[in-house]
């Protein structure tokens, strides 16, 4: 049997504020599904993609239970292990981590850091490194390639959202976690970033998304996973999703 691309059991999370944000959480999720996340806000979805991100550790985090995304427990990787981990999982979050004061070339090919050597990322600073393949990326999300050369700070909401996924698709990750990528977007561009999520040639097999739009869910998602009070309060196919899942977790 092949390894699955997560696979979580019997999970706590608890902040050091004392605040458990996750509890008894057991999900496996296999490659090639595409799950949404929904639920209500503080229900733990970010502490869950953070979880497999690796990005928990940065909030001095408390994990118990077991943890294994792509056959390896983030918590527990260290140095090398760590920086290939990292390029396999790509993640798209709330607050875009984009640097504002360099230029959309750089934050493209940030992507690419952690296959680059340390010289060669340094040297890209001064002159940047495939240029081409990141003009193509952003186009590819619908951004003129002339705002290569334009810091990020001096870009709108929007603006930044597409070098943030043009970035993902630079870094070419084996699984994509997305935290609410269309909170702050327009129709159009949230379908464009929902398009990217499943498109077939698209380097990521596995994609976990939180959401707050049950109806984008039903359409790019294979399976939904409702989280509430940092439980796992529904866990379906997309076909089998209904009103009642939504409402387990979205009345008060
Ligand atoms: N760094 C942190 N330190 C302490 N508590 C936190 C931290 N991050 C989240 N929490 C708490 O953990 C719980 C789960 O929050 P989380 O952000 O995972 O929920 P969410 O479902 O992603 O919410 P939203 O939809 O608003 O992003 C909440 O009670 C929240 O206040």
Known sequence: MSTPAVRLSGVDVTYPNGTHALVGVDLTIDVGERVALVGPSGGGKSTLLNLLSGRLLLDGADVAGEVGVLGA???????RKRRRQAVRVGTVRQGLDLVGPLRVVHNVNAGRLGTWSA???LVSLARPAERAEAASAVERFGLDPALLDVTVDELSGGQRQRVAVARVFRQAPELLLADEPIASLDPGLSELVLEMVVDPTAPWSTSIVSLHQPDFARRFATR?????DGRVAFDVPVEQLTERHLATVYER
Do not use: E, I, M, Q
């Open 119 to 121: 010289v060669r990322s």
């Open 73 to 79: 427990d983030p918590g527990a990787l260290r140095g």
């Open 224 to 228: 939904v996973v409702g989280v509430r």
